[in-house]
């Protein structure tokens, strides 16, 4: 028996990247995975990707994670498509690379947006 088969992982940021090697590890080991992703033609792509590399299903759900009714949204058509969820992993993240002086506060609140209030928002949810 694979480690998570019968689970749900939700995996955010993961039409690329970590977060699509992620998802395709929870896939192999028998997790249904959800791609959240703000790209759902991305997205969509790593589902498939997914479920070639063994996921017994995948799905993509479009999501900004810096919006919290996006982020329910998600949440919602997970437990639609898949019944309940085990596992989330808030792997999406936002980098600006400017020199500190040129930051500004809504670049600021971006980056924050995505790499806290998101990661809230999942768990909250």
Same mark, same amino acid.
């Given at each position: ?10 995996v955010t940021g993961a039409a690329g990247g970590i977060?699509?090697? !992620?998802?395709?590890? @929870? $896939?192999?080991?028998?997790?249904? /995975?959800?791609? +959240? ?12 990707a997914v479920k070639q590399a063994g996921a017994p ?20 058509? !997970?437990?639609?498509? @898949? $019944?309940?969820?085990?596992?989330? /992993?808030?792997? +999406? ?31 909250k949810q």
């Amino acid at each position: 028996m694979n480690r998570f088969e019968g689970k749900v992982a939700i995996v955010t940021g993961a039409a690329g990247g970590i977060g699509l090697a !992620t998802a395709k590890r @929870f $896939g192999s080991e028998g997790a249904k /995975v959800v791609i +959240a992703d703000v790209d759902i033609v991305k997205g969509a792509a790593a589902a498939e990707a997914v479920k070639q590399a063994g996921a017994p299903d995948a799905w993509a759900c479009a999501c900004d994670v810096s919006d919290e009714a996006q982020v329910a949204s998600c949440v919602e058509g !997970t437990i639609e498509h @898949f $019944g309940a969820i085990d596992v989330i /992993v808030n792997n +999406a993240g936002l980098m600006t690379f400017v020199p500190l002086i040129d930051l500004t506060g809504d670049d600021w609140r971006r980056v924050l947006g995505v790499d806290l209030l998101g990661t809230f928002y999942f768990i909250k949810q």
